[in-house]
């Protein structure tokens, strides 16, 4: 009986921890559910954002390749001016440049224009230079916003994993309490057959082999109000056959 007695204080305490488990596993799921659906629409809209962002980026990037051509351009466009001016003017000869011959005049007037040319085109190939700055800071700051994206996407799957496998674990823990639980209702339930064999064989013997058993119904009658139940309970002697008695 006092086995039988652990036995069952045992499988109360592990059915409520599996009860309580149960309730704090449910109550898990439930507020992962809700999470994760808040969660899938905060990664639909990154996802949306992070497309917006790269196409930004891409555009941005092909104003810079576009900007860095033309500045490259009229870097050699000034170049060639220049180095039209100095041929022409090379091609002036002392004796033109002293006795101011009409040729040598012409071949002046054009190696002038070619210097024009060659400072505009410096001036063009200054302010390409200021808008490719310009553009690359643009494209720095697209870059920004797009990793900032991505390490959001990244840190909002690593809380859904994080909750996934907390939900998980949750999930074996109590799977193991049922085992425990199934197991010590299995070892109860033999339990209260061999008790119950027991007390049927020795209630059942003959007259001076038979004896009560301090068991449950014993203690009720002794504490019932029932003065007839509660007087017979009294002058029992439980556990002590009759011959024992005689």
């Not at 505009?120 to 390409?128: F, N, S």
């Amino acid at each position: 009986a006092c086995e039988r007695n652990v036995l069952r204080a045992k499988d109360t305490l592990l059915q409520e921890e599996k009860t309580r488990h149960q309730a704090e596993y449910e109550a898990q799921v439930s507020g992962f559910k809700a999470e994760k659906t808040r969660q899938d629409s905060m990664l639909a809209r990154l996802d949306e954002e992070i497309r917006s962002a790269l196409d930004a980026k891409e555009q941005i990037s092909e104003q810079v390749r576009e900007a860095q051509s033309r500045a490259e351009k009229l870097s050699s466009k000034k170049i060639e001016w220049l180095e039209k001016e100095n041929e022409v003017r090379d091609s002036v000869g002392f004796f033109g440049r002293l006795f101011h011959s009409a040729k040598s005049a012409a071949k002046s007037q054009l190696a002038d224009e070619y210097h024009c040319e060659a400072e505009k085109a410096g001036i063009e190939h200054e302010q390409a230079l200021g808008d490719l700055e310009e553009i690359r800071g643009k494209l720095s700051r697209s870059e920004q916003i797009y990793n900032g994206k991505i390490q959001e996407k990244n840190r909002a799957e690593s809380e859904i994993r994080r909750q996934e496998d907390k939900l998980r674990e949750l999930g074996v823990k109590l799977k193991e309490l049922e085992r425990q639980a199934e197991d010590s209702a299995q070892r109860l339930r033999e339990m209260e057959v061999l008790y119950r064999d027991t007390v049927n064989a020795f209630t059942g013997m003959g007259a001076v082999d038979s004896g009560a058993v301090l068991d449950e119904n014993l203690i009720n009658d002794l504490l019932c109000g029932d003065e007839k139940a509660s007087v017979r309970a009294q002058v029992t002697d439980p556990w002590f056959t009759e011959r024992y008695n005689r």
